[in-house]
């Protein structure tokens, strides 16, 4: 299938949604269950299952066919990093507490977590069996034994920024700044990264240009995390009235930690006040979110996503991209998600 | 380093544990807290750190040993299972609700639920950074790549396995007996019969060989379980005038689900009654010990477990392995390992 003037990504989504379900395929009597819950997890269990974007995979799809020029023989790495992705949604929501993901009940809410911390397992080791399949579609031993690598290395750096994620969660003294960068890096960027720098090994031998892809994903991901941050703060669900989310789940993402390190005087005592009050009110989550972006929170993190964002875009445009038309969709992409 | 007369099993314990501590060796200081918990986690935290068999590696090494004459580059591939194992008892023991391994708290007992979870994702990843090692020593990638295609294979078959024991385990049905040897062929016969197939795919390319050799440990694997359920119930703590354990725990294991499945009469009653109390004390923990073994549950049990180490010891004999002594050590192993 070649890529013309134009890419059609709910095709590109329908594929990998596909090439997922081709590698769940493999349950017998027995397993039935399992496979299951994966298909529920992923929204795969009935036709308007509610769904993630498939970011990471459509990131690596349009990555591929931006220098090959088409999209096809690049799907078992797109199953890969949405299942790699996946297992550590399951995961998470175990360890964050979420009951709800997409409004229905997580896997550990509806199975337990025994199953559920299982079930991710399985899904793990499902990624790794979506990669296999490169090899039948004719890619070297070599070139899948790197991606392999690579995929690997960024699962080590994904478990890695989990750590430091967990430990501050239960710590009482919040994350530096910087050391925010580094988990987020580790956290959310590698993935991001990798899906794209994947899309562009499995497409061209030529290493400067893989790098190239590399840094343009890594700048991506690090804006895309940046952009959450603001979103669970200042996005539509408080500008309509609602509570600033991530506020009222504790999160401390950076506008919050730029505030903790920058506010002075009685806003510091103020919102250290706020912040370790188990269930704050409405009125006080308000508070908070004034007093973050009084502080700085909103600004710094604000310039910062807009950095990273212009990074990639840079990146983009330095790129020797052959179709203009996956050019044009990474640039869509990144304007429509970089909200910022 | 080539294998004389004898093995020291010794030394292929302590090079596994270096082998495992070299891919632990990427720590800095922001994860260092993570590593240090998968340190704690497999007893090489300190030199004396309680620590299991590692019978997985060096059956694994054993197998190579026996046909190359040398263990030394099988290492990665010992320290992936050994690293896969345990990434699987991390998370048993969470799923178990088990608060002490080797009488020392588990991870999660330790550090609490969600970085337990984390660190034993962390384990499964790094158990496929072991293999890439491989490549380094010099093995093709095409063997490499088949190497991890097994690998791979064998963790989703734990899962399903796992699945299936977490499934019975909630479940007020007993698990078919039937079930219960798909059951462990997944969770138990799969890892060991993948080390020992592991161990001969790295040595020869004899496709045949192979074969064999993965017979003898899908064998080995299942007596290997047996074994194990026989110990829970009459093994040496049992003997000693301590309680059956697995009772205890309201393990289903074998011996109790024939005697649930071939129990006649009152006897069949009075078991149902004692296995669904809550906290038996140990004179019913003695009476449901007796009961199962007058339902035929011991006899049958050791029966089949003697059955499939028999099988094992013939699929070993059958082959045409190189080295005497290599030869030997399996079958020491066999024999000592199922005491059935």
Redesign the interface.
Known sequence: MTVSNDIDLALLVADTEAEILRVLG?EDA??A??YEMIRYHLGLDHEDGPRGKRMRPLLGLLAYASIAGEHARALPGAAAVELGHN??LV?DD???GDSERRHRPTLWAKH????A??????V???S??AL?RL?ELGF???K??RL??LY??T??R???G???D??FS?SADPMPVE?YF??IGRKTAALISASIEAGALLATDDDDLIAAYRRFGWALGIAFQLNDDLLGIWGQEASTGKVPTDLARHKKTLPVLYALEHATGAARGRLAVLYAQPDPADDELLEMAALIDRAGGQAFTRAEARRYRDDALAELDAMRIVEPAARERLRTIILGVITA
Chains 1, 2 share one sequence.
Do not use: K, W
């Open positions: 493999r027995a397993t269950g399992v297992f550590s995961h175990i360890e964050d337990g977590v025994p199953q911390i299982n079930t991710g397992d399985l793990f080791s499902l790794r069996i296999h090899s070297s031993d070599a899948v034994l392999m690598r690997d290395e699962c080590v994904l478990c890695e989990q750590y430091l967990i430990a239960v050391l580094d988990m």
